[in-house]
Protein backbone atom coordinates (compact mmCIF):
# COMPACT_ATOMS: atom_id res chain seq x y z
CA UNK A 1 0.00 0.00 0.00
CA UNK A 2 3.09 2.38 0.87
CA UNK A 3 4.22 1.72 -3.17
CA UNK A 4 0.93 3.40 -3.92
CA UNK A 5 1.00 6.53 -1.71
CA UNK A 6 4.25 7.10 -2.97
CA UNK A 7 3.59 6.95 -6.75
CA UNK A 8 0.17 9.34 -6.12
CA UNK A 9 2.58 11.45 -3.87
CA UNK A 10 4.80 11.66 -6.64
CA UNK A 11 2.50 11.79 -9.64
CA UNK A 12 1.06 14.54 -7.59
CA UNK A 13 4.38 16.63 -7.48
CA UNK A 14 5.03 16.13 -10.97
CA UNK A 15 1.39 17.87 -11.73
CA UNK A 16 1.68 20.56 -9.53
CA UNK A 17 5.63 21.32 -10.86
CA UNK A 18 4.01 21.10 -14.60
CA UNK A 19 1.16 24.03 -13.77
CA UNK A 20 3.60 26.14 -12.08
CA UNK A 21 3.65 29.33 -14.16
CA UNK A 22 6.67 30.70 -12.43
CA UNK A 23 8.72 28.29 -14.99
CA UNK A 24 6.80 30.18 -17.97
CA UNK A 25 8.86 33.26 -17.52
CA UNK A 26 6.99 34.30 -21.07
CA UNK A 27 3.57 34.99 -19.21
CA UNK A 28 4.35 38.12 -17.11
CA UNK A 29 7.74 38.15 -16.80
CA UNK A 30 10.02 41.14 -15.62
CA UNK A 31 12.40 42.98 -17.44
CA UNK A 32 15.47 41.72 -17.88
CA UNK A 33 14.86 37.61 -16.57
CA UNK A 34 15.07 34.94 -18.89
CA UNK A 35 12.74 33.47 -21.03
CA UNK A 36 12.72 29.67 -21.44
CA UNK A 37 14.77 29.91 -24.43
CA UNK A 38 16.91 31.45 -22.62
CA UNK A 39 16.82 34.86 -24.24
CA UNK A 40 16.73 38.07 -22.19
CA UNK A 41 13.31 39.77 -22.24
CA UNK A 42 14.95 43.58 -23.26
CA UNK A 43 13.52 46.57 -21.56
CA UNK A 44 11.09 48.10 -23.95
CA UNK A 45 12.32 51.22 -25.61
CA UNK A 46 10.06 52.99 -28.43
CA UNK A 47 11.76 55.73 -30.40
CA UNK A 48 11.19 58.47 -31.04
CA UNK A 49 10.21 59.22 -27.26
CA UNK A 50 8.50 62.49 -28.23
CA UNK A 51 6.62 63.40 -31.50
CA UNK A 52 5.00 66.63 -32.30
CA UNK A 53 2.27 65.73 -35.61
CA UNK A 54 -0.03 68.53 -37.81
CA UNK A 55 -3.57 66.82 -37.74
CA UNK A 56 -3.52 64.49 -40.90
CA UNK A 57 -0.46 63.25 -40.66
CA UNK A 58 1.24 60.04 -39.42
CA UNK A 59 4.66 59.34 -38.33
CA UNK A 60 5.68 55.62 -37.59
CA UNK A 61 7.03 54.82 -33.61
CA UNK A 62 9.69 51.94 -33.74
CA UNK A 63 10.93 49.67 -31.05
CA UNK A 64 14.00 47.97 -29.69
CA UNK A 65 11.62 44.66 -30.19
CA UNK A 66 13.45 41.64 -31.48
CA UNK A 67 11.78 39.36 -33.94
CA UNK A 68 11.11 36.44 -30.53
CA UNK A 69 9.79 39.42 -29.00
CA UNK A 70 7.63 41.51 -31.80
CA UNK A 71 4.02 40.87 -29.77
CA UNK A 72 4.21 44.40 -29.11
CA UNK A 73 0.45 45.88 -27.84
CA UNK A 74 0.17 50.11 -28.90
CA UNK A 75 -2.99 52.03 -27.16
CA UNK A 76 -3.12 56.15 -26.93
CA UNK A 77 -4.41 57.81 -23.74
CA UNK A 78 -5.82 60.77 -26.08
CA UNK A 79 -7.45 58.58 -28.94
CA UNK A 80 -8.71 61.64 -30.37
CA UNK A 81 -6.26 63.37 -30.35
CA UNK A 82 -3.13 60.93 -31.93
CA UNK A 83 -4.31 57.84 -32.53
CA UNK A 84 -1.98 54.55 -33.15
CA UNK A 85 -2.72 51.27 -35.02
CA UNK A 86 -1.09 48.10 -34.36
CA UNK A 87 2.09 48.53 -35.97
CA UNK A 88 2.77 51.45 -34.31
CA UNK A 89 1.75 54.61 -36.71
CA UNK A 90 0.64 57.07 -34.90
CA UNK A 91 -1.72 59.84 -36.80
CA UNK A 92 -2.51 63.52 -35.82
CA UNK A 93 -6.36 63.80 -35.65
CA UNK A 94 -7.15 67.30 -33.38
CA UNK A 95 -5.12 69.60 -31.48
CA UNK A 96 -3.39 68.33 -28.12
CA UNK A 97 -1.40 65.95 -26.33
CA UNK A 98 -1.80 62.34 -26.33
CA UNK A 99 0.67 59.69 -24.22
CA UNK A 100 1.21 56.46 -26.65
CA UNK A 101 1.93 53.58 -24.78
CA UNK A 102 3.55 50.44 -25.82
CA UNK A 103 4.17 47.00 -24.42
CA UNK A 104 4.87 43.22 -24.87
CA UNK A 105 1.29 41.43 -25.09
CA UNK A 106 3.12 38.94 -22.67
CA UNK A 107 4.80 41.20 -20.18
CA UNK A 108 2.12 44.32 -19.63
CA UNK A 109 4.88 45.87 -16.91
CA UNK A 110 7.27 46.30 -19.60
CA UNK A 111 6.29 49.40 -21.40
CA UNK A 112 7.26 52.41 -23.05
CA UNK A 113 5.55 55.56 -24.00
CA UNK A 114 5.51 58.41 -26.19
CA UNK A 115 4.80 62.06 -25.86
CA UNK A 116 2.89 63.21 -28.94
CA UNK A 117 1.72 66.80 -29.84
CA UNK A 118 -0.51 67.14 -32.66
CA UNK A 119 -1.16 70.63 -33.55
CA UNK A 120 -2.23 73.00 -36.74
CA UNK A 121 -0.73 74.05 -39.94
CA UNK A 122 -0.18 77.86 -39.87
CA UNK A 123 -2.98 79.53 -41.65
CA UNK A 124 -2.96 83.28 -42.44
CA UNK A 125 -0.56 86.11 -43.30
CA UNK A 126 2.81 86.05 -41.44
CA UNK A 127 3.42 89.57 -40.06
CA UNK A 128 7.01 90.56 -38.32
CA UNK A 129 9.72 89.03 -40.43
CA UNK A 130 10.93 89.62 -43.87
CA UNK A 131 11.41 87.24 -46.48
CA UNK A 132 15.22 87.03 -48.36
CA UNK A 133 15.18 87.91 -51.72
Not at 9 to 31: H, N, Q, V
Not at 82 to 95: D, H, Q
Not at 99 to 104: H, M, S, T
Request: proline fraction near 7%.
Amino acid sequence: MRTFSLLGALASALALAACDFRRFPLEGTIAGETNVIGSAVPTLIVSPTDLQLLIGTTAQLTTNSPALFSQVQWRSTQPGIAAVNTTGVVSGLSFGTALIVARYSFDTLNLATVTVTVTGPITGPITGGTLPP
